[in-house]
């Protein structure tokens, strides 16, 4: 009978409207769920009768929600004051690895809460990995995904090999005419500047370099001390001499050329027969102006950079990443170092990824499998570290839905008090 019909089409209207209202309740449940992609129903049809059933027109029998369809729509990033917090600019999602639920695997996210771990990788809230690829010593990224590594490690120490020094002496000094003391540094010497060097274990040693006119116009004479407690064999408190050269300069105030006579360190306790070579700026025997580095011209001797290739060993002391996912190590002696890069998995079609709860999503057969790379490549999003991508639910638009959600059931419960009372009609009809 048709009013029986029109009870079950109007009970799978209220089915079908309490089902999306339960999503659109998801959604705003999750309004603050860092990376939570919303959920809309697809309602659908339902036939009355059986496709080839006859041509003959027929009611059908009422609603369903056929299908719940992720919104992949970017939501707005928050930024943090945590540099491991990370969001994606763009598609593709975290890969982490793990166990959930008592199921270890990998899975993918687009919430960012990373920290660092008592090992030192890189895991979320929950205990999953952040999946990347490892840099090797010299910068180069290795081609295998696992863990991130980001700390506990060590750059070992690097012994001085050069010393960069570019100076500017008084052109006006007069040569001297006594002779050159390295116990008595100070007054046989016309200006001198210091520089810390490292020997071969990462100790630092002040090195002081002394400047002495000599002769002719624009000859000057150069020699590092440091002190005799730094030099195996050395006495604390009478300076050693490790190294001296020669200066020249042009009548312009150019440098002509810049010698290294002697360099011989024995650091105490440190390898034996560390040379140091310590130049003073492209001369122009050299090929250059003369006028880059070290200079000679009329005012007071002062000293304009300095660089040195040594340093002691160090660890990490803190991270930073870039938007190519590459993640640089700043160690606790001033380097800087690639520890490795970010990955961000790819897939043929979003809208076949398996929810997993927890933020996670798993990879299917309808999804096709993860396409795994770095970051900001084949057309991955770009890394933004100290920042975390918000929901990309919108409330407003959520409480429009939930009001037509609740107009379609009320408007469905109708059609089953009409119906019953219909029904009452038939039964009074034997009275």
Do not use: C
């Amino acid at each position: 009978m048709t009013i029986m019909k029109s009870m079950n089409t109007g009970a799978s209207g209220l089915r079908a409207h309490g089902q999306a209202l339960a999503t659109t309740s998801d959604n705003i449940a999750n309004t603050n769920t860092v990376g939570f992609k919303r959920q809309r129903a697809i309602f659908q049809d339902v036939l009355g009768r059986s496709i080839g059933g006859g041509a003959s027109p027929m009611p059908g029998a009422g609603s369903r929600v056929g299908h719940i369809q992720q919104m992949w729509s970017q939501g707005a990033l928050l930024t943090t004051e945590a540099p491991t917090d990370l969001a994606l600019s763009g598609d593709g999602f975290f890969v982490v690895d793990g166990n959930v639920g008592g199921a270890p695997g990998r899975f993918y996210t687009r919430a960012g809460q990373f920290a660092i771990n008592s090992d030192g990788l890189l895991a979320n809230p929950d205990g999953l990995r952040l999946q990347g690829y490892t840099a090797a010593p010299d910068g180069t990224i290795g081609g295998e995904l696992g863990d991130l590594q980001v700390a506990g490690q060590t750059i070992p120490a690097n012994a001085t090999t050069s010393v960069d020094l570019s100076v500017q002496l008084n052109s006006d000094t007069a040569a001297r005419t006594d002779a050159w003391d390295p116990t008595n540094p100070s007054n046989t010497s016309d200006w001198s500047t210091s520089v810390t060097v490292y020997d071969s274990l990462g100790n630092s040693h002040e090195t002081t370099v002394y400047f002495r006119r000599e002769g002719g116009a624009g000859s000057w004479n150069w020699f590092a001390l440091t002190d005799g407690a730094n030099i195996d064999g050395g006495t604390a408190g009478v300076p050693f001499e490790g190294a001296s050269g020669t200066l020249a300069f042009n009548t312009d105030g150019s440098l002509q050329t810049d010698t290294t006579t002697t360099s011989n360190w024995d650091f105490l306790g440190a390898a034996a027969g560390q040379t140091i070579d310590f130049d003073f700026g492209e001369s122009i025997i050299e090929g250059g102006t003369g006028l880059t580095g070290s200079t000679s011209f009329d005012g007071e001797d002062t000293q304009n950079g300095l660089f040195q290739d040594g340093y002691s060993a160090g660890t990490v002391a803190g991270i930073s990443v870039g938007g190519d996912g590459m993640i640089e190590g700043v160690f606790s002696n001033g380097q800087r170092r690639l520890l490795g890069q970010v990955a961000v998995a790819a897939f043929t079609s979003v809208d076949g990824l398996e929810r997993g709860g927890s933020n996670l999503w798993s990879e299917s057969r309808d999804s096709g499998q993860a396409l795994i790379a770095g970051a900001s490549t084949g057309g991955r999003g770009a890394v933004v570290s100290g920042a975390l991508e918000q929901s990309n639910v919108d409330l407003g638009q959520e409480f429009v839905d939930m009001i037509g959600f609740q107009r379609g059931f009320q408007a469905n419960s109708r059609v089953i008090t009409t119906a019953d009372e219909m029904y009452g009609e038939l039964i009074n009809l034997k009275r």
